[in-house]
């Protein structure tokens, strides 16, 4: 999780000290709440519930690529896509990928 101290702290809705980051993942990522799979006739979608202490270093206003988000402690398969800001829980964060994903070989 080195990578973590290269993403900088104006990045993230509230202020945080750049050598502490590590620290909050690490003892808060126990708390990351994973929803059920649902579907539509395209996409697998569900949603990821993060404690309030790592939803601090979420970017501001903006989706996340791949890299940010397991950079925070999101842990899931691959493929997955996080496609929307849901603007009233900002902390809860929304993935979708196609329905019959296959990962490359």
Not at 33 to 54: G, Q
Not at 58 to 70: C, D, F, G, N, Q
Request: charged share 25%; hydrophobic share 30%.
């Amino acid at each position: 999780m080195e990578h973590i101290s290269r993403i900088a702290p104006t990045h993230f809705i509230a202020p945080v000290e750049k050598e502490s980051i590590q620290q909050v993942i690490r003892n808060h990522s126990n708390k990351i709440h994973y929803s059920d799979k649902y579907y539509d006739d395209v996409n697998e979608y569900r949603h990821v519930t993060l404690p309030k202490e790592i939803a601090r270093l979420l970017p501001k206003a903006r989706l996340m690529s791949e890299r940010e988000w397991r950079s925070i402690g999101v842990q899931q398969s691959l493929g997955w896509e996080h496609y929307m800001i849901h603007r009233p829980e900002p902390h809860v964060l929304c993935f979708r990928r196609p329905r019959n994903y296959q990962p490359p070989h």
